[in-house]
């Protein structure tokens, strides 16, 4: 191989002329050549240039390559037969013979997938550059493959030059890896503002599932949650704070842990958004919330729900029908000089219900009422359990590890119950007329009930206990019109009485004189658990559940 030859004929080069034409070392002007004068010096005349010029043929290419400190190596021929490697490569990998072929000498060219390259650089006469391409041996290189014109000969060459980028490549690595423990970090300080383990109601079954958007470090502020109210009824729960960041989780964080305590007041879901508006605008007015709280009660067959800027609940009937929960829709939390109000829609048995945040439906270019008609699209043909149907509508509506916004989705069934299952579900309810006779009546009833649903002697007798002193309670507290309800399920018996006065009871202690007044601290010591709550058309709700044994 003559390395003269190929190496004076490198891309870009330009020869100066073989012969300088005829007149040797005759200027223009002795050749009576017009000179090109200079501006502002037209009477002058330009100095010849000079013939010590040195041409590129003068320069040792060789010396040139050899002295980079980047790794060099020239090829020729379709089978890519080495020509040259510089010192960097020898140092690097070990000296090449001249005349091999690179698949037999060079298996680190092969290790860097640099054959194909050097094949479209041959055929094309184009640069090709690869970054960061790493070797068995743990190095990194940046690599350019140049095409050699060799006008001289029938074959085409193939400069490859590679640069050792093994320092900024552990770098990057380590940056990537910093930045997945931090992201790590804040997913999962997200996770564990969330409910680590849902609350599973008798009536109900419920799945939730959380996707945090994008790749970066920054947590968002969706939330979800589910709470038994007592008496069978049940709170669910989803939110979103507006933007990303630790800010947007502390403050999701706050309001979950507020909608907890508020929860447990057993009040209307308006109600509770009133008090959350306000809370809202204390914890950081600049942080914009939006809230759905539901209740579900399954007396009643329905959710009752209210509505901070969030996006609508969709109820799937059994037959597929999908309906969208409509008006009220108040404005989002925070906003203040608002009056929310309730709604209602049929949950009957058979039906399921999905709350979401606006990561699941929006997109960019979108509009979101589109992306909530195809969640309507997907939830009336998804089927199967509620952990099921949260994944199906995630797949259905294109939620994967890079979407770019937090997804939060909250699924409820209120199954539809054949067979020896419906056997552990009853109900039993009595209207209490008449002045002090209802007492007795009241006792009777709840005895023969309890005793037609097979309870042991034990909690037959304190459930009628407890049953008596509900009555009583409401007949010297309360007004017109009672009624007493017994409900068992497939863990709880649920005794409730409901009166027409509004005044809610309250647990104190009693005198040693007094004749009155210990009837709640009975409940509440004989009782799983009790409470009270009013009801939407006025009066209240007194209610206590004992836990089935087994």
């Not at 790493?134 to 030059?161: I, K, M, W």
């Not at 630790?246 to 979950?256: E, F, K, N, S, T």
């Not at 309906?323 to 009056?339: C, K, N």
């Not at 309730?342 to 219900?353: D, N, V």
Request: aromatic fraction near 4%; include cysteine; hydrophobic fraction near 40%.
């Amino acid at each position: 191989m003559n390395f003269t030859r190929w190496s004076a004929r490198l891309p870009g080069t330009q020869r100066r002329a073989a012969a300088r034409g005829t007149g040797h070392g005759v200027s223009p002007a002795q050749r009576g050549d017009s000179v090109p004068a200079a501006r502002g010096e037209s009477d002058q005349q330009l100095e010849p240039v000079s013939d010590d010029v040195p041409a590129l043929e003068d320069f040792s290419v060789r010396e040139i390559l050899g002295s980079l400190p980047g790794l060099v190596a020239l090829t020729y021929g379709p089978e890519h037969r080495v020509a040259y490697v510089n010192d960097a490569y020898a140092a690097a990998f070990g000296p090449r013979p001249p005349g091999a072929t690179v698949a037999t000498v060079c298996p680190e060219l092969a290790e860097l997938g640099l054959p194909p390259l050097m094949d479209q650089v041959l055929r094309s006469g184009k640069p090709r550059t690869v970054k960061s391409r790493r070797t068995h041996a743990g190095g990194s290189y940046t690599v350019t493959c140049l095409p050699v014109d060799t006008r001289g000969t029938a074959e085409s060459g193939v400069l490859v030059h590679a640069a050792d980028v093994t320092d900024h490549a552990e770098a990057a690595e380590r940056l990537r890896a910093s930045e997945r423990r931090h992201r790590e970090t804040a997913v999962t300080l997200q996770r564990s503002l969330l409910p680590q383990e849902l609350e599973q109601p008798d009536d109900l079954r419920v799945a939730a599932t959380y996707q945090p958007g994008g790749t970066d470090a920054a947590v968002g502020g969706d939330w979800y949650d589910v709470i038994t109210l007592g008496a069978g009824r049940t709170a669910l729960v989803i939110g979103d704070v507006m933007g990303r960041g630790v800010r947007a989780a502390a403050v999701m964080g706050q309001l979950r842990t507020a909608v907890r305590a508020y929860a447990r007041l057993d009040l209307p879901p308006h109600e509770v958004l009133q008090l959350l508006d306000g809370l809202a605008a204390e914890i950081d007015a600049s942080q914009i919330a939006t809230c759905v709280y539901a209740v579900h009660d399954p007396n009643e067959g329905r959710l009752v729900y209210a509505s901070a800027g969030h996006l609508p609940i969709l109820v799937r009937d059994e037959d597929g029908t999908v309906r969208r929960a409509e008006e009220p829709t108040g404005p989002p939390l925070g906003t203040g000089g608002w009056l929310h109000t309730s709604g209602t829609i049929a949950l009957p048995p058979g039906s399921s219900a999905v709350l979401y945040t606006d990561g699941l439906v929006e997109r960019r270019r979108e509009d979101i009422d589109e992306g909530v008609a195809a969640l309507e699209r997907a939830l009336s043909g998804a089927t199967g359990s509620p952990q099921v149907v949260c994944d199906r509508l995630l797949r259905a509506l294109g939620v994967t590890a890079e979407h770019d916004d937090d997804v939060a989705v909250l699924v409820l069934q209120h199954p539809s119950r054949t067979g020896p299952d419906a056997e552990l579900f009853h109900n039993a309810a009595l209207d209490l007329l008449g002045g002090v006779e209802a007492a007795p009546r009241a006792r009777a009833f709840a005895s023969g009930v309890l005793s037609s649903w097979r309870f042991p002697v034990e909690l037959r007798d304190l459930g009628v206990l407890a049953t008596s002193e509900l009555v009583a309670n409401s007949l010297q507290h309360g007004t017109p019109p009672m009624r007493l309800r017994l409900r068992r399920t497939d863990r709880r018996l649920i005794i409730e009485v409901t009166d027409g006065d509004d005044h809610l009871p309250r647990r104190r202690r009693a005198e040693t004189e007094d004749e009155a007044g210990r009837g709640i601290s009975i409940i509440a010591t004989i009782a799983s658990s009790w409470g009270s709550r009013r009801t939407p058309g006025g009066g209240k709700a007194v209610w206590c559940e004992f836990a089935l044994p087994g």
